[in-house]
């Protein structure tokens, strides 16, 4: 496992240096804008309430920099295993004393790992990037990095599967693009009115609004609390149940003709 | 772990649309080159795949150093290594990177080992596969494959496309790894004249049945080529020969018992055949055309 692991994040090095330098450009950018707004010339001029809503896009724009971090994990993993369908690995992989459920894990395991690093990363780098700029950290922005792990694994976990279903290479990166447009959307129509919003309560509130009208009633204490711990273990369930399922696809293609290796192809010559 | 053979293939078989591995039994004694011969499609990756289960097959029993080589998979492949036909790793990696990554899979990775068969094949450490040549390609797959202490090779078409340098090369390689009694290897090739130099056995395969399998030797003394005219030819028994070869001169046969045949046809011409020749008349027979015409 650990040799698999190694070869992944080996091969998703080009995807994790890439995206160092955007997270890197953003989050400098995010950490000038923060300090203009506290000590420069914003500072000076800017009312109360300019100063209010400006500070506002501060911590927002952090919470880009972590979407990023994440949908650019699932990228790397996507890439690496179209790389693996392009090339007879796959094959080769069977072959060795790996085993399919090595195999299947590593890429699971991977992409936890580079997602653990992204929310670390950002994470460090929102607390320290709100105290150099003298901002209250809040609560629901630590509640909004769960919901776009939460929104992650959610979409991995019907993706990997996927991959192992096509083994398509060229199918399998664009699958990459999937949580990013699904991504983008989220964060262009919610982040904005997220921003807005007052308060924790007004947060699960927002969510309920646009989830499901009966989970109004959670929006306190520790019902509020039970809702969060809840979906994580649904969406980590799902998360493992769909890593059996890969295991369980991958297995039933050893069936199959021409997928994991040319054998139909060489029959039909 | 005691075992008479590396390798027991009883009554394989495997279905895809239009091709079916029909029944496939043979073994490969321990400590010994198995060469496996057919055409294109005559069904040696499937059975390949099916011993490595890279591809599960629908009925029958492989066993591998005397194991079922489902039940116990893991166990069985740490001490066999595959080399196939392309290279099966990114050629973003180079040969450094590759040994951590085995070194992860296999218990018993030798990197040690691994660099000295880099140095005698003149690999490089750490440049990219990408750069690599077919024939340097093959050489690191094979470096990989002899580096974790695997007491079974199987290839699959591992020679074809190399140059006549690198494959002897490799010939001698095998024959090296032979040395030790426990080491045996099975390797399918299109190229004959390989598997005459070093295979101690073979086994020859058509359209998805085996024809036949046995010692090379003995194949190679028991069949023979009977050269004729085609007035003689008529006068020939079709239960003595497998199939013919007709000529603006004449009559080629393969006779499957070159002793009986000399002495039934005392007359005519008896050559010693090639495994090539073996093959090419066996798979004419298999397609029903007792005679065929060569250009």
């Keep these: 496992m650990k040799g ?25 950018i995010t950490c000038l804008m923060g300090l203009s707004m506290r000590y420069g010339n914003i500072a000076k001029y800017a009312t109360w309430e300019t100063m209010a809503s400006l500070l506002f896009i501060l911590p927002s724009s952090l919470i ?111 699958l990459a693009a999937v949580p990013i447009f699904i991504g983008v959307i ?5 982040a904005i009115k997220i921003g807005n919003l007052e308060d924790d309560t007004d947060f699960i509130s927002f969510l309920n609004q646009y989830l499901s009208p009966v989970l109004t009633k959670l929006a306190n204490g520790v019902l509020k609390a039970l809702f969060w711990v809840l979906l994580c273990l649904i969406i980590t369930a799902i998360f493992i149940g769909s890593y ?12 199959r003709k021409g997928k994991t290796s040319n054998a139909g192809k060489e029959a039909k010559q | 772990m005691e075992y008479e053979n590396a390798i027991e293939i009883k009554d394989l078989t495997k279905r895809y649309d239009g091709f079916t591995l029909d029944h496939v039994s043979f073994n490969v004694p321990r400590g010994s080159i198995m ?38 998979e893991i166990e069985v492949k740490e001490q066999m290594a595959a080399v196939f036909d392309e290279l099966p790793f990114p050629e973003d990696l180079n040969a450094k990177v590759l040994s951590r990554i085995l070194a992860g899979i296999y218990k018993e990775w030798d990197d040690q080992r691994f660099q000295s068969y880099l140095e005698r094949f003149q690999l490089p450490y750490k440049k990219k596969f990408s750069k690599f040549s077919k024939g340097m390609k093959m050489k690191l797959q094979l470096a990989s494959a002899l580096s974790h202490n695997a007491k079974l090779l199987v290839m699959d078409e591992a020679t074809t496309g190399l140059d006549p340098v690198v494959r002897n090369e490799f010939l001698d390689l095998f024959l090296e790894f032979i040395q030790e009694e426990n080491h045996s290897i099975l390797m399918s090739s299109h190229i004959t004249s390989d598997l005459e130099k070093v295979a101690d056995y073979v086994t020859f395969i058509d359209r998805g049945k085996i024809l036949l399998t046995g010692m090379k030797d003995e194949i190679l003394d028991q069949h023979g080529v009977l ?19 007709l000529t603006d001169f004449g009559a080629e046969l393969l006779v499957r018992d070159r002793a009986k045949a000399a002495k039934t046809y005392s007359g005519l011409v008896l050559d010693k055949t090639t495994l090539e020749e073996i093959m090419l008349f066996y798979v004419s027979a298999g397609k029903n055309t007792k005679t065929f015409s060569a250009n």
């Design chain 1, 4 to 28: 698999l692991i190694y070869r992944e994040l080996y091969l998703a090095r080009k995807n994790i240096g890439v995206c160092a330098v955007i997270y890197v450009l953003f989050f400098g």
């Design chain 1, 64 to 174: 880009a920099c972590a979407a990023i971090l994440i949908v650019t994990s699932a990228e790397a993993v996507f890439n690496v295993s179209s790389n693996d369908f392009k090339t007879p690995w796959m094959r080769y992989a069977l072959a060795t004393p790996a085993g399919i459920r090595k195999l299947v894990g590593a890429k699971y395991l991977t992409y936890l790992l580079l997602t653990g690093a992204a929310l670390l990363v950002t994470g460090i780098a929102h607390v320290l990037c709100l105290s150099i700029c003298q901002i209250e950290l809040s609560a629901r922005f630590l509640l909004f990095y769960l919901f776009l792990l939460c929104f992650s694994l959610l979409c991995m976990s019907f993706l990997i599967p996927l991959t192992f279903l096509i083994q398509n290479g060229d199918v399998v990166n664009w």
């Design chain 1, 186 to 190: 989220i964060f262009n129509v919610y």
């Design chain 1, 244 to 255: 059996f399922l890969s295991v369980h696809i991958l297995d039933r293609i050893r069936y």
């Design chain 2, 35 to 72: 060469g496996f011969i057919g055409q294109n499609g005559a069904g040696k990756t499937t059975t390949i795949h099916s011993i490595l289960n890279v591809i599960r097959k629908d009925e029958g029993e492989i066993k591998i150093f005397g194991l079922d080589h489902e039940s116990h």
């Design chain 2, 227 to 245: 050269k004729c005219s085609k007035a003689d030819f008529a006068q020939i028994d079709p239960k003595d020969f497998i199939s013919a070869r």
